[in-house]
């Protein structure tokens, strides 16, 4: 059984800096996506930023720059480094997997596996 678990949100001021963790468990397919999104309060989730088994990554635009993505093979956990975060960045953070490569393009609906969230509160 698939399982993904997202830590490390919070609340913080504007110009600080969070790292998201989303722990994989039960995902035994070698090829993969993992993505992390976000979801604003009377808003349409959002794609934040991907990376595949091979190392790929994808951001939405208007994070590059400001997020990181990266991942630990070894503990099959994937980071999101948030830095010079703005209240506009406050919504809840999903990360989500899925093992087909197309999913590297960050829609939501690609993705087959969804973890339960973590709020992210960036107050100015």
């Known amino acids: 059984q698939v399982h993904l678990m997202e830590s490390g949100g919070g609340s913080v001021q504007a110009g600080g800096s969070l790292r998201l963790s989303c722990a994989v468990s039960?995902?035994?397919?070698?090829?993969?996506?993992i993505g992390w999104f976000r979801q604003a309060p009377g808003k349409e989730r959002e794609g934040v930023a991907g990376?595949?088994?091979?190392?790929?990554?994808s951001y939405a635009d208007f994070v590059k720059g400001q997020f990181t993505i990266s991942k630990d093979n070894a503990k099959m956990t994937v980071y999101l480094q948030m830095n010079s975060l703005k209240p506009e960045d406050t919504a809840m953070y999903y990360c989500?997997?899925?093992?087909?490569?197309?999913?590297?393009?960050?829609?939501?609906?690609?993705?087959?596996?969804w973890g339960q969230g973590t709020q992210v509160t960036v107050s100015s």
């Open positions: 989500a997997a899925d093992p087909h490569p197309g999913a590297l393009a960050l829609l939501a609906a690609d993705f087959t596996y």
């Open positions: 990376i595949d088994s091979d190392g790929a990554i």
């Open positions: 039960g995902f035994t397919y070698k090829s993969y996506v």
